[in-house]
């Protein structure tokens, strides 16, 4: 991989005191036409060096021939030039000093051979020469704070001035032009805004250190379609989550299929998204789903800040949408905690004696005669530490109506200066709503919402932020481990990972029937036999597993089955030997497994086997250092959690236990970096007490 400059060269990008704008035109519509009226239009303050070989004049400026007519030292240029010029102009602003470049230019490592050969040589030069390059293939950045637009597009000719901003970090340029245009409808101040391209060799991670530094940044907004170094963003991302500067991230992938898999259920359970997903949360970043919920989730924690863990309080003023609230929070997993005696107490005082205390908390028309009744029923709620944050679901119908409940809204939210956040969701989307209340609501810290589902989707997003667990399992790193690449059938593989202590049942592997009977005898009856080889990943299509062999007699029975069996499925195979196992008792079955990402590096799935993995796929993927405590919380997580803990009469099961299992494999994988896939499956887990115990396994190993 091409070496990253250092990020602090990023200042002659980010603010530069010169630029030149290679391709400079009069022409209307083109790109370095549009480029020097954006820094017309901002002020820029700084030197502007135009460079057209066939136009010497410029908007009024002189323009030069040539870059080797450049001053030395430019600070940054601007390619508006066909790509096809793009190497040769980067090689002459090399040959200046020029701190940066911007490269607007497609048909680089996305169009084919040439282009990624063409674009490897754009980072060779920025690698020798120390020269900061943003694109190929993107729009350009704008910072806000310095009133620097160096971008094709036409933006706002305005500056955050003394404010904190959102930072935008886009692959897509199309996509950062797009969310900016959200956030500022938003009236959110924006600190910068880079569009990152095909990243040839500036990528986001330089721009989201940049920004962890940048004062004036108080959340980094990203839309990333791949990340070429996801170890130093996740490094970056928990040193954001100990700084308290968000990072919410959208990650377009979701659907698309997952990386072809070999032999073990993991692997093609597991995909590429998902595995990107479990290893940023992990490190504290928001994934939202849309580019919508990008918007709602910035525009709550600029305003807010982080909430507090905890569920949310809602106001409302209809019994239905009473109803539906309930509904949309279930289904996004929004807790709405019933209010603490204390409060309920308040509230009661508060409202007239047809409206009952519940949350949410149907306010009927009364504030229409009664504009007080908001106060006082916001203030009981904001003391509750119950409650995270509070959302007023008001019907906002026509003007007449809005100023009869936003003036005292507004008037009740200014008095009681609220410390969690308030946010105001209006019902009625399009009604006629006066801009300034909006405005004022804004100003007090109070997200404004066209909608509750909004909401209450990007609430409950932060609601599982807040209560994650980011404490580690604090042990030592295990001893290496040296584990041979292939497959490693199941004896092998239980040999591997019982010192970590995976528990297994008892057994052995034997050569001969002889071997076989004698090792029954010692395990104690009933056993089951299982063929042995590299070859055979799934012993089961080929009859390799004979169950429930009750004495000396039958295994030898079995012993005769097994082998014809494995003969007609595969007359070549050679068999290691026969496993020699007890006979597992039943229980519930779950699957443990985990994959060592060549990317994001290990995560562990775990879930519920058979038909609930096979078609429901109810399973969830797990960082490998998680605490116990933390594991148990997400398996109580699954669909079918609720059997974990007794259904029906059933016994609860030994959760420690599953735990553990999970734990050991999260030590085998730090042992042993060159495994790619761990299989455990079954796990059969008992009530608790009895313990757990995978009954089968399987490694893949580079």
């Known amino acids: 991989m091409t070496a990253r400059p250092p990020v602090t060269a990023l200042d002659r990008l980010l603010r530069p005191r010169s630029v030149a704008i290679v391709g400079a035109s009069e022409k209307p519509g083109a790109l370095g036409n549009q480029v020097l009226a954006n820094l017309e239009r901002h002020g820029f303050a700084g030197e502007i060096h135009l460079i057209n070989p066939k136009a010497p004049v410029i908007g009024g400026r002189q323009a030069l021939a040539s870059i080797a007519e450049l001053p030395d030292?430019?600070?940054?240029?601007?390619?508006?030039?066909?790509?096809?010029?793009?190497?040769?102009?980067?090689?002459?602003?090399?040959?200046?000093?020029?701190?940066?470049?911007?490269?607007?230019?497609?048909?680089?490592?996305?169009?084919?051979?040439?282009?990624?050969?063409?674009?490897?040589?754009?980072?060779?030069?920025?690698?020798?020469?120390?020269?900061?390059?943003?694109?190929?293939?993107?729009?350009?950045?704008?910072?806000?704070?310095?009133?620097?637009?160096?971008?094709?597009?036409?933006?706002?000719?305005?500056?955050?001035?003394?404010?904190?901003?959102?930072?935008?970090?886009?692959?897509?340029?199309?996509?950062?032009?797009?969310?900016?245009?959200?956030?500022?409808?938003?009236?959110?101040?924006?600190?910068?805004?880079?569009?990152?391209?095909?990243?040839?060799?500036?990528?986001?991670?330089?721009?989201?250190?940049?920004?962890?530094?940048?004062?004036?940044?108080?959340?980094?907004?990203?839309?990333?379609?791949?990340?070429?170094?996801?170890?130093?963003?996740?490094?970056?991302?928990?040193?954001?989550?100990?700084?308290?500067?968000?990072?919410?991230?959208?990650?377009?992938?979701?659907?698309?299929?997952?990386?072809?898999?070999?032999?073990?259920?993991?692997?093609?359970?597991?995909?590429?998204?998902?595995?990107?997903?479990?290893?940023?949360?992990?490190?504290?970043?928001?994934?939202?789903?849309?580019?919508?919920?990008?918007?709602?989730?910035?525009?709550?924690?600029?305003?807010?800040?982080?909430?507090?863990?905890?569920?949310?309080?809602?106001?409302?003023?209809?019994?239905?949408?009473?109803?539906?609230?309930?509904?949309?929070?279930?289904?996004?997993?929004?807790?709405?905690?019933?209010?603490?005696?204390?409060?309920?107490?308040?509230?009661?005082?508060?409202?007239?004696?047809?409206?009952?205390?519940?949350?949410?908390?149907?306010?009927?028309?009364?504030?229409?005669?009664?504009?007080?009744?908001?106060?006082?029923?916001?203030?009981?709620?904001?003391?509750?530490?119950?409650?995270?944050?509070?959302?007023?679901?008001?019907?906002?119908t026509d003007e007449t109506t809005c100023h009869l409940k936003f003036a005292p809204i507004i008037a009740a939210i200014r008095t009681l200066a609220p410390a969690k956040p308030v946010i105001f969701a209006g019902l009625d989307d399009g009604a006629p709503v006066p801009a300034s209340y909006v405005a004022e609501l804004r100003a007090l810290g109070v997200p404004y919402f066209p909608a509750p589902d909004r909401a209450y989707r990007a609430l409950a997003r932060l609601a599982a932020r807040a209560a994650r667990d980011f404490n580690r399992v604090a042990s030592e790193a295990p001893a290496p481990i040296e584990v041979p690449a292939g497959v490693i059938p199941e004896y092998r593989a239980k040999a591997l990972l019982a010192p970590f202590g995976v528990a297994f049942s008892k057994g052995e592997l034997a050569t001969s029937v002889e071997d076989a009977q004698r090792i029954a005898a010692e395990i104690g009856y009933p056993v089951v036999l299982k063929a042995q080889a590299s070859a055979l990943s799934h012993k089961s299509d080929a009859g390799g597993v004979i169950l429930n062999l009750g004495d000396a007699a039958a295994v030898a029975r079995g012993w005769a089955e097994l082998h014809a069996n494995t003969a007609r499925h595969a007359p070549d195979l050679m068999l290691d030997g026969v496993l020699v196992e007890t006979m597992g008792a039943r229980g519930v079955e779950l699957i443990v497994g985990a994959r060592n990402d060549p990317d994001w590096g290990p995560v562990i799935l775990v879930g519920f086997g058979g038909v609930q993995a096979e078609i429901l796929q109810d399973v969830c993927l797990l960082a490998p250092d998680l605490t116990p405590a933390a594991i148990i919380a997400e398996l109580r997580k699954l669909k079918s959690g609720a059997l974990l803990d007794g259904w029906r009469g059933s016994p609860a099961l030994d959760l420690d236990a599953v735990a553990a299992i999970i734990a050991a494999v999260g030590r085998a994988l730090a042992a042993a970096p060159n495994i790619r896939e761990i299989d455990l499956n079954p796990v059969m887990v008992y009530p608790r007490g009895q313990g757990a115990v995978a009954l089968d396994a399987l490694i893949l190993a580079d």
Request: proline share 5%; with cysteine; net charge negative.
């Open 73 to 396: 030292g430019v600070d940054a240029a601007v390619l508006a030039i066909p790509g096809g010029a793009v190497l040769g102009a980067v090689e002459a602003l090399a040959a200046r000093g020029v701190g940066a470049a911007i490269i607007f230019s497609a048909g680089f490592a996305e169009g084919g051979a040439e282009g990624l050969a063409a674009q490897s040589a754009v980072a060779r030069i920025a690698a020798e020469s120390g020269m900061v390059i943003e694109g190929p293939n993107c729009l350009g950045m704008v910072n806000y704070v310095d009133g620097i637009p160096l971008t094709f597009v036409q933006v706002p000719a305005y500056r955050l001035g003394d404010a904190k901003g959102v930072g935008i970090v886009s692959q897509s340029g199309a996509m950062a032009v797009v969310l900016g245009t959200t956030l500022m409808a938003k009236e959110l101040g924006i600190s910068l805004s880079v569009s990152t391209g095909n990243e040839a060799a500036s990528g986001v991670e330089d721009y989201v250190e940049h920004l962890l530094d940048d004062p004036a940044t108080q959340v980094i907004a990203m839309i990333v379609e791949q990340f070429r170094q996801p170890a130093r963003f996740l490094a970056l991302a928990a040193r954001a989550r100990e700084a308290g500067k968000p990072i919410v991230l959208l990650h377009p992938g979701q659907s698309s299929a997952a990386r072809e898999s070999a032999a073990t259920h993991t692997g093609a359970m597991a995909g590429d998204w998902q595995v990107m997903k479990t290893k940023v949360e992990r490190a504290g970043v928001i994934v939202a789903q849309t580019l919508e919920e990008l918007g709602d989730l910035v525009d709550i924690l600029y305003r807010t800040g982080m909430p507090q863990p905890g569920g949310a309080a809602v106001l409302t003023e209809s019994g239905a949408f009473k109803a539906l609230t309930l509904d949309l929070c279930e289904a996004e997993g929004l807790a709405l905690p019933a209010p603490s005696t204390e409060t309920a107490a308040l509230l009661r005082a508060a409202v007239p004696d047809f409206i009952p205390v519940s949350n949410p908390m149907d306010l009927t028309a009364q504030a229409l005669v009664d504009p007080d009744l908001y106060r006082r029923t916001l203030a009981p709620l904001l003391e509750d530490d119950a409650f995270a944050a509070i959302v007023l679901g008001i019907i906002q």
